[in-house]
């Protein structure tokens, strides 16, 4: 059964959100009723009877199920947020349930000239908020991540909804969300400059640190919030004022957000969000002159283009791209732990993680057991909607997702290799799934060896030397993350040398955490995110030199 916009009723009523909104449930089921009733019969020039409920609150477009799941309805916001107010735009966009293909809000589409506005806006705020001080800017952090997670419930509800992870997920994502925020705050305060001896008598150096200006933030829907508070807690702490152009799927937790760093006491003016489905309206924000610099997340083509017209007026830029990631598991590894990272790592927020290990080199006297081992693990895999707790793996974000997964495992399938579980496209389910799938005998021919999946499809390829897998796994344009197995001290050190990426993990496959720096090398970016280099990314430093002393 697929689900239409309208048919609130028959999303309220499915089993899943019954088991997550408890209490609340037959209050509003009784309320959308009688709504969806009264919608139906209301003439188009009187104005919208729950629209009117809804401006109560914060101008919602309308009720629907996401009223019902959250206990703090103040957070789900549809206008814009630009010069310290919640806006509407001439026309609205639909945000998409991906487990049930029912449209859960409509937020506001803006365009060109909005981004205009923005801009100015943060223009303008930037001249008082870089003069606050370090020690402000860190209370107001503190106050925001403490919100932040005051609300993880109702943010890992907003975010399984837009997205379609696990609530488990969405939760361990608010945490790690917040956690961005809380390490900034604590290095706003740590933001020291340098005195460097001068060659000249009479004279000294200085270096300082100081904010970039107005920024322009553009983000990706698969991790909704964490993505923007990387990018939003160095921003702020550094005393920038940003423009942010959330991701068109899932924008929702971005205004979540904003509304809570506003209740925070961060200057309302200092956050602009401007949501969007209009690509190129997004143009100005790293063309306009006064953005002084864009922070991206996002694919590796969107990137390179944003560079490059983001050089016509020399923007600093820091670019967090696509990745390929090899996964080794040598002879000498610990097999359980490897199948362990696979499950962490591989098929987190099934498959659509920019670290995700993309492909899986495992060495001949290991591979039919470490095979064995993950298929056994991958047999207990539940998928279904993020709100059912005994769902181990939601859908993909949208269809084209399903597509490029399996086409990875036709074209793999048709080069040779065997499929040994799943790849099953689940038409019969709401929503977009397709059943997490193990292949052996993947080559360095085949799609998934060249591209990024961004879907649940592990590829195992047999190798047989270290030379032989260190050649494999850095044949790729790409370098975010990778990852290899051994307990051979040497070789540890020697393959985490030789691997061609930004991050590497060894005997694990967890590499995130907000005091690591997290960014790629070749054509997966610039920058680091988060870490006490993160903060750089936000400044310019200028150097004092003293005379006459
Ligand atoms: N390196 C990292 O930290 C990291 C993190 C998450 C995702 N990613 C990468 O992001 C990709 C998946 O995310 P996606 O599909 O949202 O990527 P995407 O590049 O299509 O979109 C990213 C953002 O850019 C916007 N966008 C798209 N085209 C644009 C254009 N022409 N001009 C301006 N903005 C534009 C989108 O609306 C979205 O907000 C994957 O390649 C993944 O590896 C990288
Ligand atoms: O998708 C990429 C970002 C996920 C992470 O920060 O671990």
Redesign the pocket.
Known sequence: MRLESCDIEAQIATPVLSQVLQGQTQKFIKILRCNSKVRSQTPAHIKDPIAIMGEASNMRNHPSTLDAALKDTSLIREQAFIGGKWVSGSSTYPVYDPAANGIIANVANLGASDFTTAIGHAQTSFKDFKNTSETDRAKMLHAWAALIRKHAKDLGILLTMENGKTLAEAEGEVEYGASFITWFAEEAIRSYGDVIPSQHKGSANLVLRQPIGACGI??????PIA?ITRKLGPAIAAGCTVVV?????TPLCTLALTALAVEAGIPPNVIQVVTT?D??A??I??THPLVKKVS????????K??TEKAAGTMKKVSM????NAPYIVFDDADLEIAVDGVLACKFRCSG????CANRLYVQKGVHDAFVEKLLKRMSKFKIGSGLDPSVTHGPLVNRAGVTKTRQHIDDALSKGAKLVVGGKVRDDLDGYFIEPALITGAKQNMLVAKE?T?GPLAPVFMFETEEEVVRMANDTEFG?AGYFFSNDLRRVWRVAKALEVGMVGVNTGKISAAESP???IKE??LGK?GSKYGLAEFQVMKSVTLGNL
Do not use: D, H
């Open positions: 553009i983000a990706p829907w698969n991790f993505m152009k959330p991701p068109s799927e489905r690509r190129a997004v143009e924000l790293y991206f997340t996002g694919s590796t083509a969107v990137g283009l944003i967090e791209l696509g990745g659509q993680t920019c670290v990024e961004f975010l997290f960014g790629g997966s970016g995110e």
